[in-house]
């Protein structure tokens, strides 16, 4: 009875708490589609929503980790922007981590080790919290479930800075002639796509939309958007698992370079430098690692983009598939493959390595990427983006040098043929990129030693007319091979830099980009685009064929019915033949002879290049700028001047001389460019600051007082012709211009100095027939007096713009990259 009595108070006394209970809450997954795979994903398509479900958190607070990574599923089809589809962001480690009602992402720093293990980073330095979202529930197990979508609208791969370039105005009020400013993200155009979610064992794949708007859009956007106004973009993101064990890092050697990734490890023993680097590659294994040769456990595929149309998808299937050749002869067999995307597979999945062929208004640069894992330099995919217009243009210089006639007839000197030869080199050496292989850009000097240089056409004379017959070379390169071996190849590190010694014994050259890219920097086998074992003797001899082809050069450059107008666009980049190459001779001029050597490899020592060879390049420069070299044929001058009709042709416009009013030809301004290019070179601030310090330690050096004795001496002789008149103006005021720029050094600027004051008092004197008088009294007048001087030298008078001869779009812009 007394149990019977207390139940019924029990069961009296908790009724009224049970009728206060509050109805289950509805499930954070009602109308969602449930995707299992890397962690449990939920999605509402109607309802916009993209549930991740992550696990309890660690002992670090930190429910999960991922690589993650963006890219562009749609570009903007400007090539200065960069924006192309294809094109990847940084891959950060993502963390999510719980805080109250919140939850946050955070991208934690590796690249700064704490002594508490590998890859361990330290709290000393900073993270970045880049987006906190609600707790949506939290499930039984302590797993947290958020709305991801939020996350996917912001701007982590800085379109709005590239939208940002800003080009010149003309003053009138026009719209910039860049990407535009004031570009911002417009978050009510902007939203993730649940549609798009893509849930594998390892990867999460998700697409959002980005809209980005400004009043002030410049004509790189006008140029292609609808509505110039609002620019939107799919963006991509992926979620990777982190690669497991069994990678074994590869330290960074200067001797052969690479991509890398820095570490800061703070380990490091005393008297070590805690800075290091490892270099980016790929996971590969052999299936037997005892073997000299083997199989291997997973292939390198990269896929090429079936956006690619024949001939040019088999062309670059073929010159891809080169980089097969180097990783059998590092003993992997059938390690590297080339292979057509298969249909439905997705470019943007994390798990192909894609070749993307990418349409934009105007030709531009190709470039190779990598998703790399920041705590070892394990490159999870390659994304290369090639420019389908720069074919084109290669086609037009081809038809120039050897007639348009010969277009599609097959052989070694159709124009086709040859263009698909250089696309065959292109496909690997972006694909190269991609592989761990930075530029090496002294390979042309060694027989085309690597795909990684940047191959200027080899054109040969047969009877007097250009051939191509041996324009690019077919296969990987002797650099390419050893590179492969020392990234790839089995072994330790010790191993792996006994090779890099033996490649340097060997007498093997490689000079990065740093050291080569730009006209004034004194490496003097690193040329871009040029040809030859000898840059000096290579500028002598591309200047018998350059006179070739612009002897020959007229209507047969054009197929029958083209519009004359084309000829202007054709004739260009025949005229400036050899303008890469007058570069790469001008740097054995206060040239050093240096190299990335390690104490002990023998290249320690960096030794000027010898004063001969710097007076030999010097007579191969000085020659480019005379007359006879820099004269339009007056023939050519009335085939020159036919106007063009039609819509507005970006891609034609941009690659011409400037005119002497409407679509008249002016050779008084293609000479100015002709001259522009060696006396830019000839005058960098910097190579004349090296000729000085050169001089100083050796008299019988080249210096730069005899630089401009020379200089003057051959644009400045006793003629009257207007062209050698142009010639010498030039000459004149860019020596002008260069003492009073500001990386001038102050020695240099006094010589300078100094010799435009004696040539502007040679001036005074000079008589001649009256246009000679009235042109050398004119200038003189203008360089004696301070005030005239100055408004001279400040309105950089006459300058004209040298077209574009590199992919448009500097590349510079694309070396920094956010």
């Not at 790399?372 to 074919?391: A, F, H, N, Y």
């Not at 004194?522 to 018998?544: C, K, S, Y």
Request: proline residues 7%.
């Amino acid at each position: 009875m007394r149990l019977a009595l207390l139940s019924a108070v029990a069961v009296l006394a908790l009724a009224p708490v049970a009728h206060a209970v509050a109805p289950a809450a509805p499930s954070p997954f009602a109308g969602t589609v449930a995707m299992d795979g890397l962690l449990p994903v939920h999605v509402n398509r109607n309802g916009g929503c993209i549930l991740l479900t992550l696990p309890p958190a660690a002992a670090d607070g930190v429910s999960a980790r991922y690589l993650y990574s963006t890219a562009l599923r749609t570009g903007l089809g400007s090539a200065p922007t960069f924006l192309d589809r294809g094109r990847v962001g940084d891959t950060q480690i993502l963390a999510f981590r719980r805080i109250g009602k919140k939850v946050i992402a955070q991208f934690e720093n590796p690249r700064f080790r704490s002594p508490g293990g590998v890859a361990v980073p330290s709290s000393d330095f900073a993270t970045s919290i880049v987006w906190t979202g609600d707790v949506a529930a939290t499930l039984p197990d302590g797993s947290v479930v958020i709305d991801i979508s939020s996350f996917l609208t912001a701007d982590r791969l800085g379109i709005a800075k590239s939208l940002g370039q800003e080009g010149d105005t003309a003053g009138t009020g026009d719209a910039p002639q860049g990407a535009g400013k004031g570009f911002k993200l417009d978050d009510k155009l902007s939203a993730a796509d649940p549609a798009s979610v893509k849930l594998f064992p390892d990867n999460l794949e998700i697409d959002a939309i980005q809209t980005y708007a400004s009043d002030t859009p410049g004509d790189e956007v006008t140029n292609v958007a609808p509505d110039p106004r609002q620019v939107s973009f799919t963006v991509h993101h992926s979620f990777v698992r982190l690669p497991g064990p069994g990678f074994t890092p590869r330290a960074f050697d200067p001797r052969i370079g690479g991509f890398s990734t820095q570490v800061v490890d703070y380990r490091a023993p005393l008297g070590q430098d805690v800075v290091h680097d490892l270099a980016n590659r790929f996971r590969l294994e052999k299936t037997d690692p005892g073997a000299a040769r083997s199989r291997v456990k997973k292939p390198i595929i990269f896929y090429l983009d079936r956006a690619a149309p024949e001939p040019i998808r088999s062309a670059l299937l073929e010159g891809i598939n080169w980089w097969g050749q180097a990783f059998d002869a590092a003993g992997y067999i059938d390690a590297f493959k080339a292979e057509l995307l298969p249909e439905g597979a997705d470019p943007m999945d994390v798990r192909y390595n894609i070749v993307n062929w990418d349409d934009r208004a105007t030709r531009g640069w190709s470039y190779g990427q990598e998703i790399v894992d920041p705590r070892t330099g394990e490159i999870v995919k390659g994304m290369v983006v090639l420019g389908s217009e720069r074919v084109r243009q290669d086609i037009l210089i081809f038809q120039g040098l050897l007639g348009a006639a010969k277009t599609g007839q097959g052989g070694p000197n159709d124009p086709v043929q040859v263009a698909l030869a250089r696309i065959r080199q292109l496909g690997a050496h972006e694909v190269g990129h991609s592989l761990g292989f930075a530029h090496n850009f002294a390979a042309s000097t060694q027989d085309r030693a690597s795909v990684m240089d940047y191959p200027g056409p080899r054109i040969g004379l047969v009877d007097g007319r250009p051939d191509l017959t041996d324009a690019y070379a077919r296969g990987i390169g002797t650099w390419d091979k050893a590179t492969v071996d020392w990234l790839y190849g089995a072994g330790t590190d010790a191993e792996a830099s006994a090779k890099a010694a033996a490649d340097v014994a060997a007498g093997m050259r490689y000079v990065q980009d740093d050291n080569a890219r730009k006209p004034d920097t004194a490496q003097p086998w690193a040329g871009l685009w040029d040809d030859g074992a000898d840059p000096i003797a290579e500028l002598d001899r591309l200047m018998t064929v350059r006179r070739a082809a612009i002897d020959n050069f007229g209507l047969g450059a054009l197929s029958s019915g083209e519009p004359v107008a084309d000829l202007q666009r054709r004739f260009v980049p025949i005229y400036l033949l050899h303008r890469y190459e007058v570069v790469a001779a001008a740097k054995s001029i206060g040239g050093v002879d240096f190299a990335y050597s390690v104490n002990g490899d023998g290249r320690e020592q960096s030794p000027p290049v010898s004063p001969d060879r710097q007076r030999a390049a010097l007579s191969a420069v000085l020659a480019t700028l005379s007359p006879e070299q820099l004269r339009v044929p007056a023939g050519l001058l009335p085939l020159l001047s036919s106007p063009r009709n039609g819509s507005d042709n970006r891609q034609f416009e941009i690659e011409l001389f400037q005119s002497a009013g409407g679509p008249v030809f002016d050779p008084l301004v293609a000479a100015d460019v002709g001259a522009e290019i060696p006396l830019n070179a000839l005058l960098a601030p910097t190579r004349l600051a090296r000729l000085e310090v050169q001089h100083a330690a050796d008299p019988n050096a080249l210096g730069v007082s005899e630089l401009l004795d020379r200089l003057l001496e051959a644009t400045l002789p006793d003629r009257t012709d207007a062209l050698s008149r142009r010639i010498a103006y030039r000459t004149i005021v860019t020596m002008a211009q260069t003492a009073r720029k500001p990386g001038t050094s102050p020695e240099v600027a006094a010589i300078l100095d100094a010799h435009v004051h004696d040539v502007a008092g040679a001036l005074a004197k000079r008589h001649g027939d009256a246009g000679d008088t009235a042109w050398a009294s004119s200038l003189s007048r203008q360089l004696l007096d301070p005030q005239e001087r100055e408004r001279l030298l400040a309105d950089r008078p006459r300058n004209v713009d040298v077209p574009p001869g590199d992919p448009i779009g500097g590349e510079s812009d694309w070396m920094d990259l956010p």
